[in-house]
């Protein structure tokens, strides 16, 4: 009989594996031994229920702080506490006893049962985000239970046998045991040893063949010890030197702003049995774009609760992405209720560009867009993106001198300013513009029937949600209904906002960038430009583009874009590439929402984490990893098939990711000169 | 094919040298706005932590008392009060 210490987890069980022939009882300790948790002090998830229990008070009509519910949770705590151990040895206290005076002294109300359900439920849910199964010996306690050993987990913490159970379910291993025990329940702790007697008289054990495993000298090994039975004591060196880590990231992040982003990067990291080898792609995902998406959406969601914003449209295809990392990590930051209503929204330049003419016709900005990418070139482009039919507009072309394949964009040589001239003199004309509206009427009013099944006009504020850059998408989509008295108002929130065109902000009509918006002086967020297609490419739905609304008698039909051409093959092949990307990019985001609730922090503390991770994985990034992220193909319709001529003489500029390989490993000062070059080309813009 | 949290607890890809390298670089090209740094305390910190304190932690749980003991003695002579 007697207690032994272990340093190492499979150091222990290898003993245990040794041992396990003379065994027929085996009692475990939950938490640091069958289960750890990725924080190193368990008290820090009392903090969001505090921050939960005050907006539910609110909700209620009582103002109190976070800090003042934890403070009077505490002194409840401890007032139970010391009345527990003026009847028993140990000083224990029970949840669902101590919640509910707290909740019946910070709402007046006798009857708190419904609001302690969602309580507990929050901060079980809270638990179980944080814990995680040590496979090691999950594995072996496993084997004992199939070599028929009876196995008990015995742990000393105010959490009732029931909602332990709920851990252990959640962990994944409560059906090989046979029974969970908690001092809550009886008072009857291991910390004095009064807890060994109790498991053995009420489930009949005896002393002998009895081993029981845990972590702490005194309760698990000692205590035991006296009783009469074997103890194994884990003292994992490992375990310890990780929770020193989490500790340092999380109080250093308190009054050094830059920790905090770490922090949270430290909490949302896999253990255990979840950190399995990955594919690069899938650590990017995971380790770089989620938390930038992550922050992101919480500041979209805190934007839409301060505006009142009462339903979020995430715009295709990027917004697909958008909206499943909301629907994992959102609701954690905000369990009190109060989001607003989420939808995805099928729409796209292609197909809101010819439905934003049939009320104000085709516009000179418009137009002007429509030449932004270097494919585009003459009016057949314009046709092909306005959804003009080209044969009508002939005879216009003609009272102004034009030609269908005349060059209207200066990025293409046979360009004529003349040329450009009497173009803009018909998009003044009122002929021309009354046969634009006529052609686009029908997919306009596609739209407003497809907007109006999507529930638009039934909100006073709504939101857009989109990856970037310029806003042409809201453009579109603000114009197209600017006919209508009931349309909402419009935030739309990118993630960058490169705005290289006049956005037509209004009272109604607001747009902000995010990560990075041009109005914002910001290099560290700049070099989010370095790979837009990256962005692009890691959040784009695994549905074709939106090719336009079609009217039908019954009401609309979306028209998408056909996949079985080359474009619709390379962006097949692209997503085949890029789908361990999403996959770790979704399967943090979970994580994500949990561990941000911990630290109840927001994007403007995680920022300059998020800054240093674009900065050194987009203008500093390491060769290997250009190689693997890089995108192959990325091409839409919007961007034609024209290809500018390239002019003698001068130097086609590059960006770092379109290097070749051996450049960006052997030249040393390529970096430095083309982040200078860019923080200068940011300056000028 | 490699972990998320390595075997030093550490991102894989982002890795504590990796923040040095910027913080040193930060120091002669303006990288942008990382709100104070990581100062290089925490940084000398974070890499002992990360690459060297494996050493400690073996001895401290086998010798706690004694790691205790140096622990507090250590405090006396590098805090002042």
Not at chain 1, 5 to 12: F, I, M, Q
Not at chain 1, 476 to 482: I, N, Q, R
Not at chain 1, 515 to 524: G, Q
Request: glycine share 8%; with cysteine.
């Amino acid at each position: 009989m007697g207690r032994e210490e272990y340093y190492s987890l499979s150091a222990l069980v290898k003993e245990g594996r040794k041992r396990q022939s003379g065994l027929r009882v085996v009692s475990f300790d939950l938490f640091d031994t069958l289960v750890i948790r990725r924080l190193h002090d368990p008290d820090l998830v009392k903090q969001p229920v505090a921050r939960y229990i005050a907006a539910l008070a609110g909700q209620a009509g009582v103002r109190v702080t976070a800090e003042e519910v934890q403070e009077l949770r505490d002194s409840i705590e401890n007032r139970h506490r010391q009345e527990t151990g003026e009847s028993f040895e140990d000083q224990e206290a029970c949840y669902p006893e101590f919640m509910a005076e707290l909740l019946r002294t910070l709402t007046g109300c006798e009857n708190t049962e419904e609001l302690l359900g969602r309580v507990t439920s929050f901060e079980m849910g809270m638990e179980q985000q944080m814990i995680i199964p040590r496979t090691e010996i999950v594995k072996w306690l496993r084997e004992l239970s199939l070599a028929g050993k009876r196995v008990f987990v015995v742990s000393d913490i105010y959490l009732p046998a029931d909602h332990l159970r709920t851990i252990v379910k959640g962990a994944g291993f409560l059906d090989a045991v046979e029974e969970v025990v908690s001092s809550a329940d009886t008072f009857l702790a291991k910390a004095s040893g009064a807890a060994y007697p109790f498991v053995a008289e009420k489930y009949g054990l005896e002393k002998d063949g009895w081993l029981h495993v845990g972590d702490n000298p005194i309760s698990d090994g000692l205590r035991p010890a006296e009783f009469g039975i074997d103890a194994m004591v884990l003292k994992d060196a490992a375990e310890r030197r990780r929770k020193s880590i989490v500790k340092r990231y999380i109080n250093y992040s308190k009054g050094m702003p830059f920790w905090r982003g770490r922090a949270l990067q430290q909490l949302m990291l896999p253990h255990e049995g979840e950190n399995e080898r990955q594919p690069a792609l899938y650590r990017e995902g995971y380790g770089f774009l989620a938390p930038i998406i992550g922050g992101f959406l919480q500041h979209v969601a805190e934007r839409c609760l301060e505006q009142s914003v009462t339903k979020i449209f995430f715009l295709s295809r990027e917004g697909y992405t958008f909206k499943r990392f909301w629907e994992r990590a959102i609701p954690s930051l905000y369990p009190q209720g109060g989001l607003p209503e989420i939808e995805y929204l099928y729409v796209s330049r292609m197909a809101l560009a010819g439905a934003s003419c049939a009320h104000q016709g085709l516009t000179q900005t418009n137009a002007s867009i429509a030449f932004l990418p270097k494919g585009n070139r003459d009016f057949r482009d314009i046709c092909r993106i306005f959804k003009l039919d080209l044969d009508a507009l002939v005879p216009h072309l003609k009272r102004f001198e034009l030609h269908p394949d005349d060059c209207l964009s200066a990025q293409h040589s046979g360009y004529d300013p003349d040329v450009e001239r009497r173009f803009h003199s018909m998009l003044a004309d009122e002929g021309f513009q009354a046969e634009v509206r006529k052609q686009t009427r029908d997919s306009s009013r596609a739209m407003i029937r497809y907007f109006e099944d999507a529930g638009m006009f039934e909100h006073q504020n709504i939101a857009l949600v989109d990856i970037g850059w310029l806003g042409t998408i809201q453009r579109f989509l603000y114009e197209g209904l600017e006919h209508r008295k009931d349309r909402p108002r419009i935030y739309g929130f990118l993630l960058g906002a490169t705005r290289g065109v006049v956005f037509p902000s209004a009272a109604d009509n607001i747009l902000e960038g995010v990560i990075y918006d041009k109005f914002r002086f910001d290099m560290a967020g700049s070099t989010v430009l370095y790979a837009r297609d990256l962005f692009e490419e890691a959040c784009r739905a695994p549905h074709p583009t939106l090719n336009g609304y079609t009217l039908t008698e019954d009401g609309y039909q979306l028209e998408f874009r056909q996949e079985d051409d080359e474009t619709g093959r390379a962006e097949q092949l692209q997503d085949k590439y890029f789908e361990p990307l999403q996959r770790g990019l979704l399967d943090a985001a979970q994580r994500y929402g949990a561990a941000s609730a911990i630290l109840g922090y927001s994007i403007w503390d995680y920022k300059p984490w998020l800054n240093y991770l674009m900065v050194s994985k987009l203008a500093f990034p390491r060769s290997s990893e250009i190689a693997k992220i890089q995108h192959k193909y990325h091409l839409d319709d919007f961007h034609g098939k024209h290809k500018p001529a390239s002019k003698r003489g001068t130097k086609q500029l590059k960006t770092l990711w379109e290097y070749p390989h051996y450049q960006l490993k052997y030249n040393p000062f390529l970096r430095v000169r083309l982040y200078m070059r860019h923080i200068y080309d940011r300056i000028c813009e | 094919m490699k972990r998320i949290f390595n075997s030093n607890y550490d991102l894989t890809g982002n890795e504590n040298l990796r923040i040095c390298k910027t913080f040193l670089l930060s120091k002669v090209v303006p990288l942008g706005c990382f709100r104070g740094g990581p100062g290089p305390r925490c940084l000398l910190m974070f890499v002992y932590l990360h690459y060297f304190s494996h050493i400690m932690f073996w001895f401290m749980v086998r010798h706690e008392r004694l790691a205790l003991r140096m622990h507090s003695w250590m405090r006396k002579i590098l805090v002042r009060r």
